[in-house]
């Protein structure tokens, strides 16, 4: 079965710096479009960042734009999530998430998935 294990969350001052790894196993990892979502305390999850399979195109949440940057490793089966200048507000359950490539990835930025981790906890404190 599928499995997304993510990795990399803690705590860290505002203005530093994270990086989220998410593995995967269990399905054909380069036909399959990856995504990150979170979810803070008393919200609703939102979209985060996608990548597509190739890696060719990426979409951001525009709070992160600038910030956040997705990048996967297809020999690792490996999704990142690297996050720089962290704010309070990213303060929040970040969940990976994948979905078939031949979704499309706007598939995932309109907060869809067929398959998703259990998530790792990112606090930024001020």
């Known amino acids: 079965q599928v499995q997304l294990v993510e990795s990399g969350g803690g705590l860290v001052q505002a203005g530093g710096s994270l990086r989220l790894s998410c593995a995967a196993s269990?399905?054909?990892?380069?036909?399959?479009?990856m995504g990150w979502f979170r979810q803070a305390p008393g919200k609703e999850r939102e979209f985060v960042a996608a990548?597509?399979?190739?890696?060719?195109?990426?979409y951001y949440t525009d709070s992160v734009k600038g910030r956040f940057t997705i990048s996967r490793d297809n020999a690792k089966n490996t999704v990142y999530l690297q996050m720089n200048s962290l704010k309070p507000g990213d303060t929040a359950v970040y969940y990976c998430?994948?979905?078939?490539?031949?979704?499309?990835?706007?598939?995932?930025?309109?907060?869809?998935?067929?398959?998703w981790g259990q998530g790792t906890l990112v606090t930024v404190s001020s």
């Open positions: 998430a994948a979905a078939p490539s031949f979704r499309g990835v706007g598939y995932l930025s309109s907060g869809y998935a067929d398959h």
């Open positions: 269990g399905l054909t990892f380069s036909n399959y479009d």
């Open positions: 990548i597509s399979g190739s890696a060719r195109i990426t």
